[in-house]
RNA sequence: GGCCCGUUCGUCUAUCGGUUAGGACACCAGGUUUUCAACCUGGGAAGAGGGGUUCGACUCCCCUACGGGCUGCCA
């Protein structure tokens, strides 16, 4: 079996086309077939390499790998122009002479009459070909007029189509350039693709595709459409909405398993599962399991589920994740020993973030060089008292083994001496050691950046 | 206007004629706690409306309302 995504070059890869991309790669994947890109690239004034190029980075980033190498649909338009003419030779399309101007006043007319949106008839359609002038024209399909057109659709179900509703859909422009309807057909079917998953906006076009399909005589695919994700008010989602295109996503540090598991979950379900990894989805994956009504992005349960995938990665593959992250968000790059440490320190830092951000932020305390500048919420757990403290503490922290054990053992006694509560000590030791008040534990902090770095933080706080 | 699709807690969804309508996020209360995050316990919260069919409808059919899509020599 064999799926694509098929995206137009006119901007970035917006959101609901990633997870439709998403679809059609987890049911290829799961299912050993292929899956395939081609770029819809035939509308040559919208069309741009930026546009591309970006589309083809947002799937590299969600992890979205396709087979072979991307077709453009504008590199094929000869193999268009071919089964246009095709049709022509079989007497299922044919030769129509009608101008943009004919085609307006024939509306025109029939508007008169009171015909509230006119179907155009060329009366071209079973014209003599001795009467036909020497002019340019169109390719128009010569699709039935009576009966109806079924699409017997994955996700939709059966949806009949009168075909008395549909007019002659032009295949090739007077210009000779193949248009979009005739295209993908061409395509998908020369690709070999067998599943058609995309946006149920190409519901009502799966008609008129189906059309071509009976008039070439090819085998119709499978059809899947999937309904659109609307914004968080219910409408239809816009850049109104904040992130919109899927490169947002990567600038704002979401890591591209959440957005995975996330998008899959959206629309589509399997059971009460909700944290799963692509492998697993990969295998429940089906059509049948896709809904039927637009959903909702819910930013707070993609950080959710984005929180968790973090703290399930492995460490070695979490640095590579964020260095990425860095460098897609124009943020500069780790130092080595930023690296060095961070690597050190992840384990007590990617269980309390939901993005990359936030995981950052927290990860402060080893990032930070000394001096150690508190931000104001921070600096107000430095009263003189607590500096009193964190200095008294510095001898004993000299001589201290330095284990998780010997360390807590101290500071909860140096507590316990002041009459204070382990909590109040815990904020200006962060304070003085991270500058922040959201940190990993205090514990593990000294453990992560050592005993020489935390006696000179606690001396330069107390100073 | 015509045609097509859709409608279960605030949100994502389970249910495929018989359930106290389940789970997750969010929210509220309590617990744990060194901050944050996480975690534990409990709680409130849903079948758009109206007709049918049926012993019995969230589930099947029809109508209405609302939302979306298509209706191009755009894709």
């Known amino acids: 079996m064999v799926t694509r995504f098929a995206p137009s070059p006119t901007g970035y890869l917006h959101i609901g086309g990633a997870r439709t991309a998403l679809f059609n790669w987890l049911y290829a994947r799961g299912r050993g077939g292929k899956f395939l890109l081609r770029i819809e690239d035939t509308d040559r004034e919208r069309s741009t390499p930026e546009a591309t190029a970006a589309i083809l980075q947002g799937l590299t980033w969600l992890g979205l790998d396709w087979d072979g190498e991307a077709v453009s649909q504008f590199a094929r338009k000869d193999r268009h122009a071919e089964v246009a003419h095709q049709m022509l030779a079989r007497g299922t399309a044919y030769k129509c002479f009608a101008t943009a101007a004919e085609i307006e006043a024939y509306r025109e007319a029939e508007r008169a009459r009171g015909a509230s949106y006119p179907i155009f008839r060329s009366p071209w359609r079973d014209a003599d070909p001795a009467t036909h002038p020497d002019a340019p024209y169109a390719i128009r399909m010569k699709a039935p007029r009576t009966g109806e057109t079924v699409i017997d659709d994955a996700v939709q179900g059966r949806v009949v189509v009168r075909n008395d509703q549909l007019d002659d859909m032009i295949v090739l422009r007077s210009d000779g350039t193949p248009v979009y309807m005739l295209a993908v057909v061409v395509d998908d079917h020369d690709m070999g693709v067998t599943h058609v998953i995309r946006g149920d906006d190409h519901l009502n076009n799966a008609a008129r595709q189906q059309m ?245 933080r606690l001396e330069d706080a107390a100073a």
């Open 212 to 456: 071509v399909y009976d008039a070439m005589g090819w085998p119709v695919p499978v059809w899947a459409h999937i309904p659109l994700i609307h914004g968080p008010d219910g409408k239809k989602l816009s850049k109104r909405h904040g992130a919109t295109a899927v490169g947002d996503y990567q600038a704002q540090g979401y890591p591209a398993a959440g957005m995975r598991n996330y998008l899959t979950r959206l629309g589509w379900a399997h059971g009460d599962a909700e944290f799963f990894t692509s492998e697993e989805a990969m295998g429940w994956f089906d059509l049948t399991g896709i809904g039927r009504a637009p959903a909702r992005l819910d930013f707070r349960k993609l950080e959710h589920i984005c929180g968790l995938h973090i703290a399930a990665t492995p460490d070695a593959a979490l640095l590579q994740d964020i260095e990425a992250y860095l460098a897609a968000a124009n943020r500069p790059a780790l130092t080595p020993d930023q690296r060095a440490l961070l690597d050190r320190g992840l384990y007590c830092l990617k269980d309390r973030a939901k993005t990359y951000p936030e995981l950052l932020e927290k990860a402060h305390f080893l990032l930070a060089a000394r001096p150690i500048v508190p931000e104001p919420a921070a600096a107000a757990a430095l009263d003189p008292v607590s500096r009193g403290i964190l200095k008294n503490l510095t001898p004993q922290l000299q001589s201290a083994s330095w284990s998780r054990d010997e360390l807590e053992s101290i500071l909860t006694q140096a507590a316990a001496e002041a009459g204070l509560g382990f909590g109040k000590l815990a904020a200006p030791l962060r304070a003085a050691l991270a500058g922040r008040t959201a940190t990993p534990s205090v514990y593990d902090m000294m453990l992560v950046i050592g005993r020489n770095e935390t006696i000179a």
